[in-house]
């Protein structure tokens, strides 16, 4: 796992043609707003989580995010220990993202 500041995040996530991000917050703060073309999946919904989360191809990069950097954090390392080389959790979260949301 990377802990990317949003800078970092946002440059790399540009530039890489297998970039997935992935937002781990709830509903109801999806709801709020989010980073575009995201795939949401909730990290409080325990066994739900890793299951949806061994679905998805361990080759590509997730550019993962919550509402302050803590939750994407644990989702990071939660997929390094199922096979997922590249894992960046943005430093922070949606609550400093700067760049495009649906905000």
């Avoid at 199922?82 to 894992?87: I, P, R, V």
């Amino acid at each position: 796992m990377a802990d990317l500041k949003q800078q970092e995040w946002a440059s790399q996530l540009e530039n890489d043609k297998d970039a997935v991000i992935l937002d781990v917050r709830t509903q109801e703060e999806v709801d709020e707003g989010y980073i575009p073309e995201a795939i949401h999946l909730d990290i409080h919904k325990g066994q739900e989580f890793i299951d949806e989360i061994k679905k998805l191809d361990p080759e590509k990069n997730y550019y993962v995010y919550c509402r302050s950097g803590g939750r994407s954090g644990q989702a990071c390392s939660i997929m390094n220990s199922l096979g997922f080389k590249n894992a960046y959790n943005l430093v922070g979260g949606f609550s400093e993202w700067e760049g495009p949301s649906t905000q």
